[in-house]
């Protein structure tokens, strides 16, 4: 589960793109609207044109065929600018949130080098402290199984432990 921030941070913007994306279809939804009610009027003026006057010539009824120009650079550009600004809305809100990780992100990135710094550097010192890892070690590991299986088992497991410390501790095993 994310930490209580994170989601409100999530929440929010499925919340803002929810509400962008409902403006946006309502607004592209009107315009269309108003597009065929404007292709109706044309389509019921043409109608009467062509049904009072039985006698036509063909550049007349060409005419009338035509679409408006004025109207549908209109509705372009008004659909245009209406998808500029959601798009706007959506860069403004991506920007913040990824502003708001990034301030978090950046402190625990440091704070995790830093640890990784330390542990590397305590690694690199095994070979100082080499005898009290390899019998801790043992008598952890020898401990452990001999309560659970007996002594012999236990002590046996114990110098395996220890073999495995020192090869780990000095990177290679024992010679006997």
Same mark, same amino acid.
């Given at each position: 589960? &994310? ?14 793109? %929810?509400?962008?994306? %409902? ?20 389509? =019921? ?5 062509? =049904?009072?006057? #039985? ?18 650079? *209109? ?5 245009? *600018?209406?998808?500029?600004? #959601? &798009? =706007?809305? +959506?860069?403004?809100?991506?920007d +913040?949130?990824?502003? +708001?990780?990034? =301030?978090?992100?950046?402190? &625990? ?10 542990a590397?550097?305590?690694?690199? *010192?095994?070979q ?14 020898? &401990?452990? #199984? *001999? ?15 220890? #073999? ?13």
């Amino acid at each position: 589960k &994310l930490p209580n921030y994170k989601q409100r941070i999530i929440d929010t913007c499925e919340v803002q793109k %929810n509400r962008i994306a %409902n403006h946006f279809f309502v607004e592209f939804i009107g315009l269309l609207q108003n597009w065929f009610i404007f292709l109706r009027r044309k389509m =019921s003026a043409k109608e009467e044109k062509t =049904s009072a006057i #039985v006698a036509t010539k063909e550049s007349e009824v060409t005419s009338s065929f035509a679409l408006p120009k004025i109207e549908l650079k *209109s509705t372009i550009k008004t659909a245009v *600018s209406k998808t500029n600004e #959601v &798009l =706007s809305i +959506m860069e403004v809100q991506k920007d +913040m949130t990824s502003s +708001m990780v990034g =301030s978090r992100i950046r402190p &625990l990135a440091f704070q995790a080098k830093q640890v990784a710094q330390k542990a590397v550097i305590i690694y690199e *010192s095994r070979q100082h402290y080499a005898p009290q890892i390899i019998a801790g070690s043992a008598a952890t590991i020898g &401990l452990l #199984v *001999s309560v659970r299986r007996g002594k012999v088992p236990g002590a046996l497991m114990g110098t395996v432990g220890g #073999v495995g410390a020192y090869a780990a501790v000095y990177g290679q095993p024992p010679k006997f």
